[in-house]
């Protein structure tokens, strides 16, 4: 479902990919972690078309980018620390807005089951501006699976959370996973990524430096190998 | 235990497929645009309210700064002048946060993810800043009207302003979503946008000044002509060109 081959990418003479090779399978559920500066948001952006790579193969949903972007943005729900949404709209203007860019029929229908997904349906008619930060992460999480996506990024979703919020977008995240959606997050908070993922990749300096199922995987031992991946690396580099 | 696979192949809208599902598509967007940009501006009124009062500071600086006592001829002279000044002054601003509010918010890259034709985006734009121009320019008016003792209503005048907003909102729009990107972007957009729209600029001034000296339409009329060819040549630019402007 998502398809990454020798992928480069640097910012003037700054390599920030140096050749990531990733495979995310239908409907598996993906964290990636690394360090600040590792090249996740990089990675992210690429995948979500709105970044070209310098080099290599990405295939997202079965289309290869940048030639298949508009078939990719079809079938895709990005959500990052930033909220995409407009502070002076309600909630409910926000996501009629993005349903019209998506051409969605039946968009009232969409805009309450999506609101009612994350549990704002009270709030629809509520400015965004008067929404705590965790209440607009999770409209921003509805409006991402307005257009019923295949494929989902997170691009550290959880940032600026309070604790509460953060169980709260946990929640909505699991339903996400249990829906069947193929979803990569990218998070530096590996008990949270563990719990939710099927899977977790270990960016660093450019590469995939570390790739394992998530299974009987117990989090003190992965932060002890989280911290070896990301020292070799360093190392390496 | 990983849930059952969602199916990738299907498209959200089925009715893209087809030209006309796209020329609809592309017009509901286009209306989604400018509807999201009025509203938002009505509720918060940062942007209009701002262009309104420094248009107001331009003229009335002018209106004291020049001779009150001048002959028509040279109040018409001036009186184009300061609204084309007072224009530009408004409009760079204007231009400047329509873009720049997108960008900082990251709302930019939320219909940048949508699958909506870029060149529907810039029309959308494009057309939310014409009306805010648009909107100023009708305070201005009348408020030069009276400062300046001209008849600032005059229909074909109208038009003049029209085709002179149309064609800065046009490359304005082009150039900002350019500048953005820059640190610098507030010097940026005017150190890019003034060379660019002078053509626009001095069509319009000597048009104004000629339908308000109510000179014969021979002596209007290429002015206006060249109005209307850097509109289409801009607009014709921009479709082309903002997909690349606006990516990274």
Redesign the interface.
Known sequence: ?IEARGLKKAFGLRPVLRGVDLEI?????VALMGPNGAGKTTLM?IL?????PNAGLVRV??FLLPAGA??V????G?V?H????????TAE?NLR??A??????RADGRIGAALAQVGLERRRRD?VRTFSRGMQQRLAIA?ALL?????MLFDEPYTGLDPDAALMLDEVLRCV??????VLISTHDLPRGLALA?RVLILSRGVIAHAVPTAGLRPADFADTYAQVVRQAAYAG | MQAEPRPAARPVATDLAQPAGRARHFLRVVGAIVWKDLAAELRSRELLSAMIVFALLVILTFNFALELDRSPAARERTGAGVLWVATVFTGTLGLNRSLAMEKDRGSLDGMLLAPIDRSALYLGKALGNLLFILLVEAILLPVLAILFNLPMLRPLLLGVVGLGAVGYAAVGTLLASLAMHSRSRDVMLPILLLPVAVPVLVAAVRATSGVLAASAWDEIAPWINLLIGYDVIFIAAAFMLFEYVVEE
Do not use: I, K, N, W
């Not at chain 1, 943005?73 to 895709?76: A, G, K, S």
């Not at chain 1, 996973?177 to 193929?182: F, I, L, N, P, V």
């Open positions: 479902m399978a239908s409907g598996e559920f952006r979500a078309t709105l970044s070209r949903a079965g508009a078939e943005r079809q079938r895709l990005v990052t930033h909220t995409l949404l407009y502070s002076d709209l203007e807005f993005y019209r860019l998506y051409a969605l029929g400015l409006r257009p019923d996506p295949a494929v996973a249990q829906s069947g959606r193929t099927h």
